[in-house]
């Protein structure tokens, strides 16, 4: 199974900061990467596709990089509904696995 | 407006079985894959099982391979996992999911049944 490591696991930010939280496959995937935002009680909600295609609906300070092995999430600026958590996923083969995860938090 | 909801979640003995139901509306069910992803309480997210849209091509984790079944009914819009021989591990919050065009990610998720394996 390709394993998919995110870091930080979680970080502390003000509003209107720049976060990055970055995703490492175990071995390459191409662009078959995938962002999720994920708020307490709630389903996750898909932010980026395909490493760097921003979902329908999903605001423009989001975006995505990478491809291979190394990947990033980029919010330019911290708004207040996107403390949550971010889960990264590959779908380059079966299973399907996600990353444990950053919890951006209030600092 | 696209909607999935799942239904049939609960509280289980070990070694019991649940089926869980997820009714879609809003698009063409019988063009698109299906998934079923879990989630345990506090934990990450981890994918259970998918099957393609004429149920052809169906996949499994290992964690759940010979217990637990995907399958679909095109002509009523509904997804479906029967789980056997449930553990204890296998709480979690269940979610189905939709694979967006291309089938490479889920662009849509139902709000989420829990099952809850305990004696």
């Known amino acids: 199974d390709i394993q998919m490591t995110q870091f930080p696991s979680s970080l502390s930010a003000f509003v209107g900061e720049r976060v990055t939280v970055t995703c490492r496959a175990s071995?390459?995937?191409?662009?078959?990467l995938n962002w999720y935002q994920q708020k307490p009680g709630k389903a996750p909600k898909l932010l980026i596709y395909?490493?760097?295609s921003l979902q329908s609906g999903v605001p423009s300070r989001f975006s995505g990089s990478g491809s291979g092995t190394d990947f990033t999430l980029t919010i330019s600026s911290l708004h207040p509904e996107d403390f949550a958590i971010y889960y990264c996923?590959?779908?380059?083969?079966?299973?399907?696995?996600f990353g444990q995860g950053t919890k951006v938090e209030f600092k | 407006e696209v909607q999935l909801v799942e239904s049939g979640g609960g509280l289980v003995k070990p070694g019991g079985s649940l089926r869980l139901s997820c009714a879609v509306s809003?698009?063409?069910?019988?063009?698109?894959?299906m998934n079923w992803v879990r989630q345990a309480p506090g934990k990450g997210l981890e994918w259970v099982s998918s099957?393609?849209?004429?149920?052809?091509?169906?996949h499994y984790a290992d964690s759940v391979r010979g217990r637990f079944t995907i399958s679909r009914d095109n002509a009523k819009n509904s997804l479906y996992l029967q789980m056997n021989s449930l553990r204890a591990d296998d709480t979690a919050v269940y979610y189905c999911?939709?694979?967006?065009?291309?089938?490479?990610?889920?662009?849509?998720w139902g709000q989420g049944t829990l099952v809850t394996v305990s004696s």
């Open positions: 395909a490493a760097s």
């Open positions: 099957i393609s849209s004429r149920s052809t091509y169906i």
């Open positions: 071995q390459t995937i191409n662009n078959y």
């Open positions: 996923q590959q779908t380059y083969n079966t299973p399907r696995t």
């Open positions: 809003g698009f063409s069910f019988s063009g698109y894959s």
């Open positions: 999911a939709r694979n967006g065009p291309g089938g490479s990610y889920e662009d849509y």
